[in-house]
Nanobody
Framework: VQLVESGGGLVQPGGSLRLSCVSS????????MRWYRQAPGKERELVAV????????NYGGAVKGRFTISRDNAKNSVYLKMNSLKPEDKAVYYC?????????????WGQGTQVTVSS
């Protein structure tokens, strides 16, 4: 199983980035996908979630209205479009998958991608 994030980097306040997470090794279209982030010295927080078919999304309060999560099940990929970035959005962003298995739930994490917002 692999979840590989990309698209992080340095951006000025007010700018935009698009993160991607390409998955393999599991039945992607059966899994809810989430983006989390963790800033230095802070707990990991949920940024956004999208259902398996992409019909429903939800966002953390700090990013609502600025970030958009989407997915392409044909490409086993989930995306996070981040607009109007603020310095407080600086964090490592992680892709997360949760889905069914016999008798329980599978949970997978990516390795993270760094986002820095600074002038």
């Amino acid at each position: 199983v692999q979840l590989v994030e990309s698209g992080g980097g340095l951006v000025q306040p007010g700018g935009s980035l698009r993160l991607s997470c390409v998955s393999s090794g599991f039945s992607f279209s059966s899994y809810f996908m989430r983006w989390y982030r963790q800033a230095p010295g802070k707990e990991r927080e949920l940024v956004a979630v999208i259902t398996s078919a992409g019909g429903s999304t939800n966002y953390g309060g700090a990013v609502k209205g600025r970030f958009t999560i989407s997915r392409d099940n044909a490409k086993n990929s989930v995306y996070l479009k981040m607009n109007s970035l603020k310095p407080e959005d600086k964090a490592v962003y992680y892709c997360h998958a949760i889905g069914p298995r016999v008798g329980g739930t599978n949970v997978y994490w990516g390795q993270g991608t760094q986002v820095t917002v600074s002038s």
